[in-house]
């Protein structure tokens, strides 16, 4: 066995094998791998082998897909059978609902480049002439999808990275993991010790142990997952003895299983409610080839189900039933990426659907690793985005959650119930009081918006305008008029001092820093390709004292990407999230309602846009920052969060005069839109250049460097394939564009939006989005298609509500 080694990846599932591969192929020849027993014994082995394409994420989407392509040429590459059985898919719809997320799905398929086809109730027979179709209202089929052996894909993955130089360690036990002063990585084993320059996590079932070597909380616990196996069936039989093809993977979503065939019979796999989280502290150290005793009774009610739909399944005897460990988080999407608090020790775990995944996430990791970016925007797989809060009561209940919703409609608007409420202002039952409808963002409750009296303070999820539309638009329409208040206490929140501070900001970010104690700048920490990683509020206190303000999901993410950047500079970086609470004063007669709690002149001679100053609020305190997201005069109130309830209630005792009210997220996003105003990871995004993503004004390369400028001068140089644009969408009556749905210019499929809504204050419907530049001029026409539907949209001027900030000014 090696001493000495580039990379170390431990753990011999397809995951792990496919990043071995992926580094090789990446030209990182000196890479090991190091498996415990054999390839395959952990959770992929009982793997059924499954390919769907399917998948709302977009990140997950563009690797499920790289996944499909790769396997259909690896036998070619490698000379080994992986067993791809490319007999399609057919997801089947019962329900209106179902059908709006397919739609909804296909416009994400299409603007990353899947074949889905929709086919009828009577195509669906044709093609699955065993499956009775009473009842069903449509289906979507992908002709790429199918099946495959997921232990002979592993060993040809294996065979490719041998090929390559790597090297593969069966039988062989990591006992320890350390890191040295040089940054080197000592991985021991009950074989010998390695050093390494990088580590990567593909440990599956053992995550949570691999993790704690190195003082990791790992968000993944397995989840029990069975499915059956029958005998043969004699209408199979004769089908293949005719040459008749496979009749293809059929999933059933409203009733929660997935079938296929397998040795002339059927395979049935459910996902049902009541499946154990097991492996909680780890397996055994003796684990292999393991599986649990079944639990038929859990599945009865699919079984059943299954038998109405495809009764063939009825009529033949069990030939076995597995009950296997598969890995989850609690969002079911897979960790891909660096560690935080760590440097080259990366993570590639968590894969509930880790077959389908396995070939696109060792591709992005190792692209990652070896280029310092990955090539797709992985946010929604980022590792960092759980924090401290998912740690085991969480995992258990959450994981187990996930698990029986894989085949629920996932609605945009969807909020899961589960470990809720879990992190919450000070504030939360005086919003609840006020019938606040909350979600959950990081493990934060955050007020989605407010039913108001006599309205059942409750959520109807659908992809279409639904029970809370015209409560938004009142909120919306209430801050345009009025004041109303926003708890945003989920922001995250950074304090920098030294005398480093400022030389380190201003080599980290795109925009100059403020250079006046009280100034406030938007200061963007670009991707070292040019792209955009991270948006922070940056809030000058003092000569070498900033207060950085960025997203609520973005905490660890961002904490970890700073710290990562100080290298030895005298700088204190301290994380103060739940210090602080915020309350988000905004609207015309905010000014009037703060000045009659504050002795601070709130004018605009003396406390202008842009600035903040510390100032009284009654008898407590608070940094004001006179900025927000919304497009009106206000202030954030940035204050100890043990004052939070005192400011809260001085406020509406104060407001009363002023028709106070709160108002929630939904509208804010709807005010957003109509500045606008750009999110991460969705107008923001290391797929787009910071200038394509019209960030002209916040990215100063002139006379400085900072991370990302040569590449975005490289990239500005070879020229952009895309411009960001506001559209206004036409004859919309029924659902609003959210974000991924594809825009044609003249019957071609040219761009995606990004984000979409209504905007109340200018009663039109709009969506932002990214087009080739040579299409983002003023007037434009293009068609958004939304739920299958295509709609007329127009190129219209950026921030089409007070396009000259007259109102933040005022």
Excluded at 216 to 237: A, M, R
Excluded at 667 to 695: H, N, Q, T, V, W
């Amino acid at each position: 066995m090696k001493t000495q080694a580039r990379v170390v990846v431990i753990g011999g599932g397809v995951v792990g094998v496919s990043t071995l591969y992926h580094l090789v192929k990446k030209g990182w020849k000196d890479v090991v791998l190091i498996e415990r027993k054999e390839l395959t014994s952990g959770s992929t082995w009982h793997a059924a082998g499954l390919l769907p394409l399917f998948n709302v994420s977009y990140s997950v989407g563009q690797i499920h897909k790289y996944s499909v392509a790769l396997y259909q040429r690896l036998e070619e590459e490698t000379g080994k059978n992986v067993g791809f059985v490319q007999c399609s898919n057919i997801r089947l719809a019962r329900t209106q609902d179902r059908m709006d997320e397919y739609n909804y799905y296909a416009g994400i398929a299409k603007t990353i480049g899947i074949d889905v086809r929709f086919i009828t109730p009577k195509q669906v027979k044709e093609i699955w002439p065993l499956c009775n179709i009473d009842g069903i209202v449509g289906a979507i089929q992908h002709p790429e999808d199918g099946y495959i052996q997921p232990a002979d894909l592993t060993q040809a993955l294996a065979q490719g990275a041998r090929d390559g130089g790597a090297e593969i360690y069966r039988n062989t036990t990591v006992t320890g993991i350390h890191q040295k002063p040089s940054g080197e990585w000592v991985v021991a084993t009950d074989q010998g010790k390695i050093v390494c320059e990088h580590i990567v996590s593909a440990t599956g079932n053992f995550a949570r142990k691999t993790g704690a070597m190195v003082g990791l909380d790992i968000p993944v616990i397995p989840v029990e997952h069975q499915f059956i196996v029958t005998e043969p069936h004699p209408e199979i039989v004769k089908r293949h003895e005719a040459g008749l093809p496979e009749m293809g993977v059929l999933r059933e979503s409203d009733a929660s299983y997935y079938m296929r065939e397998e040795a002339r019979g059927l395979l049935l796999g459910p996902y049902e409610a009541g499946a154990p989280c097991c492996y909680v502290d780890g397996p055994d150290a003796d684990s292999e080839y393991e599986l649990f005793q079944e639990d038929i009774e859990r599945l009865e009610p699919h079984i059943a189900a299954a038998i109405n739909r495809v009764p063939a399944f009825g009529e033949v005897g069990v030939k076995q039933v597995y009950n296997g460990a598969i890995a989850y988080t609690p969002d079911g999407s897979p960790i891909i990426g660096p560690a935080w608090g760590l440097r080259n020790f990366w993570l590639n775990e968590g894969h509930s659907f880790g077959v389908t995944a396995a070939g696109g996430a060792g591709w992005q990791l190792a692209e990652w690793m070896v280029e310092g970016e990955p090539s797709i925007d992985m946010m929604g797989v980022d590792p960092r985005r759980f924090g401290p809060y998912a740690s085991r009561g969480y995992l258990r209940t959450k994981n187990e959650e996930a698990y029986r919703n894989v085949f629920t409609v996932h609605f945009p608007d969807e909020e899961r119930a589960d470990a809720r409420p879990l992190k919450q202002a000070p504030c939360y039952d005086r919003m609840k009081a006020r019938g606040a409808v909350f979600g959950q963002l990081y493990g934060w409750e955050r007020p989605n918006w407010f039913a108001p009296k006599g309205v059942e303070p409750k959520d109807e999820w659908s992809f279409r305008r639904t029970n809370y539309f015209e409560h938004v638009g009142n909120e919306c329409r209430h801050v345009q008029e009025n004041v109303g208040v926003l708890d945003m206490t989920a922001f995250s929140k950074f304090e920098v001092r030294g005398p480093d501070a400022e030389s380190w900001l201003d080599g980290l970010f795109a925009n100059r820093i403020p250079k006046q104690a009280g100034r406030i700048g938007l200061c963007h920490l670009l991707s070292l390709n040019g792209g955009v990683r991270s948006e922070f509020t940056v809030y000058r206190e003092g000569e070498d004292e900033f207060y950085l303000v960025s997203a609520g999901a973005m905490e660890r993410h961002d904490f970890d990407t700073l710290q990562k950047t100080l290298n030895g500079r005298n700088v204190s970086l301290e994380k103060v999230t739940t210090q602080y609470g915020v309350l988000v004063l905004a609207g015309p007669k905010s000014r009037d309602l703060l000045q009659k709690l504050t002795d601070c002149d709130l004018s605009n001679e003396n406390f202008p846009w842009l600035t903040g100053q510390f100032i009284n609020v009654g008898c407590a305190q608070a940094r004001a920052l006179r900025v927000n997201f919304v497009g009106e005069l206000g202030w954030e109130l940035h204050h100890p969060i043990e004052m939070q309830n005192y400011i809260y209630d001085l406020l509406f005792d104060a407001g009363a005069e002023f028709d106070l009210r709160p108002f929630g997220i939904r509208a804010m996003d709807s005010l957003r839109i109509e500045k606008s105003y750009r999110l991460i990871p969705r107008e923001l995004s290391i797929e787009y250049a910071a200038l394509e993503s019209g960030l002209d004004r916040f990215v100063k390369t002139k006379g400085r460097e900072f991370i990302g400028r040569e590449a975005l001068l490289a990239w500005q140089k070879k020229g952009f394939a895309n411009a960001f644009v506001t559209l206004e969408v036409g004859d919309v009556t029924h659902s609003d564009a959210r974000g991924n749905e594809p825009i044609y210019h003249k019957g071609e499929l040219v761009g995606r939006c990004t984000s979409g809504n209504f905007g109340w204050r200018l009663q039109k419907s709009l969506a932002l989005g990214m087009v080739p530049p040579a299409l983002a001029e003023e007037g434009t026409s293009f068609e958004v298609e939304i739920l299958g539907d295509r709609y007329p949209a127009t190129v219209i001027p950026e921030s089409p509500y007070d396009p000259e900030n007259a109102r933040l000014r005022s």
